[in-house]
């Protein structure tokens, strides 16, 4: 069974820094990898992703303050967070898709609904 598991969330005050962890099994992140939030009352929304050519994009209202990395040899990807604002509050996701042959990478990152996804993290920040 594919298994993706989140670590790294918790509380933080607002200027705080987090690194969120994610470690997949049973898979290996052999294309498009991302973080995905989601507040109480709000649409999922991309943070951060890498695409199959480790392109990295990054969602509107992170303002550069967050950094995605890919470890393939730890088959790990990290969310590195600063400048933490209470707005970033939310349940923060790891999500992968499986790569198939003949068909290109992820091109639109928007709609969450890449394949895999981990239970999340809560990253609270006052």
């Known amino acids: 069974d594919v298994q993706l598991v989140e670590s790294g969330g918790g509380s933080v005050q607002a200027g705080g820094s987090l690194r969120l962890s994610c470690t997949a099994s049973?898979?290996?992140?052999?294309?498009?990898v991302g973080w995905y939030r989601q507040a109480p009352g709000s649409e999922c929304e991309l943070v951060a992703a890498?695409?199959?050519?480790?392109?990295?994009v990054y969602g509107d209202s992170m303002g550069g303050r967050f950094t995605i990395a890919l470890d393939r040899a730890k088959n790990t990807v990290y969310l590195q967070m600063s400048g933490l604002k209470p707005e970033d509050t939310a349940v923060y996701h790891c999500?992968?898709?499986?790569?198939?042959?003949?068909?290109?990478?992820?091109?639109?990152?928007?709609?969450?609904?890449?394949?895999?996804w981990g239970a999340g993290t809560q990253v609270t920040v006052s």
């Open positions: 049973g898979f290996t992140f052999d294309d498009s």
């Open positions: 999500a992968a898709d499986q790569k198939r042959p003949g068909v290109g990478t992820r091109v639109n990152f928007d709609a969450c609904n890449m394949d895999y």
């Open positions: 890498i695409n199959g050519y480790g392109t990295t």
